[in-house]
């Protein structure tokens, strides 16, 4: 398990959306807490026919001691930004992130003594493909100690969504580059499907900021091959 040092601290008075009761909590100055419905709600998207909405209640009618904001598991990543952007989802993919390998290995174990499902495993995830027609990927390649810790190793700016089925977290630069359709490359390092991802929310109508655009470029002048794997999870 890896460990980091990363504690999560409350404002004293928390803001509240315009024409919300829900607070917003806010941690670390730069990540906040709402309530996923009320977000929804006061940013006019509706839950019926959301496909990735309705993929994420799915999964935690079915499964509701597994999500926790606390002490996780948690769901975040593609799924959330659909459901945000609302865009269908073709295939319900939810990825699953943990506190531990412990925890994974309950939580896969607890889905597949419940769905009939194949499994495929990688170094970084296993995959499950559910007869029903979801997908779940079970994230091992690290683990963190809060929803915050996990979306501040994201690399886009616009991917810093988490929730546990009923609490929305975000950071300060998902929620401004969610409303511009700004892609943001924040953490400035490369993955295997770096340009992969990049390529994938450029369709989805997102645009890079400049240092985004420049710094994409030299990584493929530099090391063209090293984008040749479209990597990934799985």
């Known amino acids: 398990m890896l460990r980091y040092d990363y504690e999560v601290k409350h404002t004293e008075t928390p803001p509240t959306w315009e024409g919300s009761t829900s607070p917003v909590t806010t941690t670390d100055g ?70 531990s390998l412990a925890q994974s290995e309950t939580c896969e174990a607890f889905i597949r003594n419940k769905h009939a499902c194949t499994k495929h495993v990688t170094g970084n995830a296993t995959t499950l493909k559910l007869t029903s027609g979801e997908i779940i990927q079970v994230i091992r390649r690290h683990f963190f100690d809060s929803p915050e810790h996990l979306l501040s190793t994201f690399d886009f700016s616009i991917c810093q969504w988490a929730t546990d089925g009923k609490t929305l977290v975000y950071s300060d630069l998902a929620y401004k580059d969610w409303q511009t359709k700004t892609l943001r490359n924040v953490l400035g390092t490369k993955e295997p499907d770096t340009i992969v991802r990049f390529n994938k929310y450029l369709l989805t109508g997102y645009a890079p900021d400049s240092q985004t655009s420049n710094t994409i470029l030299q990584w493929i002048l530099d090391d063209s091959e090293y984008f040749s794997d479209t990597g990934g999870y799985t």
């Open 30 to 99: 730069q990540f906040h807490r709402i309530s996923l419905i009320d977000f929804l709600q006061n940013h006019g998207i509706r839950v019926h026919g959301n496909t990735a909405f309705e993929a994420i209640e799915w999964f935690n009618q079915k499964h509701p001691d597994l999500l926790d904001l606390k002490y996780g598991c948690w769901l975040a990543g593609g799924a959330l930004l659909a459901m945000l952007d609302r865009r269908g989802m073709v295939e319900r993919d939810l990825d699953l992130f943990f506190s």
